[in-house]
């Protein structure tokens, strides 16, 4: 897989560079970051920009500084991933993980497909829909727990969508698009808050009897190829403490 130019601006690199850094914990928690002098000489770089990629991280609350000390690297849970998001990394990347990430519990089956289920995809309520499930971790838990719903038709294609375990030769709107030859064409993305109940509590391999008060964010995708299919409805369900960032550059 072709993997995308990175045309962000230098600061924006710098930035991206330290978060990998720190979310993958290469640098704990406590660990101090180059000065802005050393920031520029190593990168080859303004003192203005290797600043400016220092305020980016302490404005997304990865790092702060100290006085007469330099910038420190805090400990938090990293932001959650939507389905979109990780669909993106992996045009880019060729990895739908973000940094520090790895999935496991991996789980397919062939259900009836509940109502929200059947409504997204355009079908009739308990028609047989493929569900495949996984959880994303990363040092400090659980990042989410990914449902993916897509049409039973496409198992006739590609059997291994209804197989429990990870995905090879590319992630199931990558198959899909190769075995039909319709490549994906635009999605449909929503963002909401919800208490948790206590199957979402299972889930989230938290106690059904004593869930957590505060409401988690819960992420839904709608893939759809350009004959205007819905080939895939993704829910990604928010641990506990988990938010939800997406940022964009601006053009001046």
């Given amino acids: 897989m072709a993997v995308q130019a990175d045309n962000r601006a230098p600061y924006a690199k710098i930035a991206a560079h330290y978060t990998e ?13 180059p000065s802005i002098k050393n920031l520029s000489e190593q990168w080859g ?7 400016k990629a220092l305020r980016k991280l302490r ?7 100290i006085h007469g000390i330099g910038t420190e690297v805090l400990d938090r849970p990293a932001p959650m991933s939507s389905g979109s998001q990780r669909q993106d ?21 062939v259900v009836p497909a509940p109502l929200d289920v059947a409504q997204a995809l355009g079908i009739q309520p308990r028609s047989d829909v493929i569900r ?3 959880v994303y971790r990363d040092r ?8 993916s719903w897509i049409p039973a038709r496409y198992e006739k294609l590609i059997p291994q969508l209804a197989v429990s375990e990870r995905l090879t030769g590319g ?20 963002a909401s808050a919800r208490l948790l109940t206590a199957e979402d509590a299972k889930l989230l391999e938290l106690d059904p009897n004593n869930p957590p008060t505060e409401p988690v964010v819960v992420m839904t995708a709608k893939f759809i190829d350009s004959a205007d299919n819905v080939v895939e409805y993704g829910v990604d369900l928010g641990g506990p403490g988990r938010t ?5 550059e601006l053009s001046q």
């Fill in 140 to 147: 400090h838990g659980i990042v989410a727990h990914s449902t």
């Fill in 171 to 190: 992630t199931s709107l990558q198959l899909i698009a190769e075995a039909t030859g319709v490549p994906i064409s635009h999605r449909v993305d929503t």
């Fill in 132 to 134: 495949r499930r996984r």
């Fill in 59 to 65: 404005n997304e609350g990865l790092v702060r500084g």
């Fill in 89 to 109: 990394r992996g045009r880019r990347t060729g990895s739908s993980w973000g940094s520090g990430e790895r999935s496991d519990s991996h789980e397919a089956a």
């Fill in 45 to 51: 770089v303004s003192t203005a920009t290797a600043e």
């Fill in 21 to 33: 850094q720190i979310e993958s914990g290469q640098l704990p928690p406590g660990s101090l970051l």
């Fill in 244 to 248: 939800w960032r997406t940022e964009s």
